[in-house]
């Protein structure tokens, strides 16, 4: 535990969860609650192929449906993260505004907690008291 990294984090409360406020049990417990999202830059190729609406897909051209089966194939690190190349052909070809590109774009998103965020592994409440007291 990097304590120097959980007191600072405590005392400046970037977040304002209002720490100061809380228990070292309640601190440990928000640190662990999953309220953030962290954008990822690659998916798999079941991941692309569950965000495709297919009623959107059957409405691209032969060409647009050969890049798609084209991305869906680079198997499991496809690079989707801005200004990839597997992100722009797909939005060029669903349209900016799809449900496909919607659905992509949340599957973009992981839910993740304030301590891993922070690159804590499991925050306990002995280590907030610990913290606070250095």
């Known amino acids: 535990m990097d304590y120097t990294k ?4 405590l005392d400046v409360d970037p977040e304002n969860r209002n720490y ?3 228990t070292n049990a309640q601190v440990a417990a ?3 609650t999953s309220y953030r999202t962290r954008q990822l830059e690659t998916l798999t190729s079941a991941e ?3 965000a495709i609406v297919p009623s959107e897909f059957q409405a691209l051209s032969d060409e647009q449906k050969a890049y798609v089966r084209d991305i869906i194939g680079l198997g499991s690190d496809i ?3 801005a200004g990839a ?3 722009t052909v797909l939005i060029g070809a669903f349209g900016a505004g799809s449900a496909t590109i919607t ?3 949340a599957a973009l998103l992981e ?3 304030r301590a891993s965020e922070l690159g804590f592994g499991s925050v306990r409440e002995g280590h907030v008291a610990y913290a606070r007291s250095a």
């Open 111 to 113: 839910s993740i907690t």
């Open 85 to 87: 190349q597997a992100r």
């Open 79 to 81: 690079q989707a993260g």
């Open 20 to 22: 100061s406020g809380m």
């Open 6 to 9: 959980l007191k600072a984090e």
């Open 30 to 32: 928000d640190l662990a």
């Open 48 to 50: 692309v192929y569950e």
């Open 103 to 105: 659905a992509l774009a």
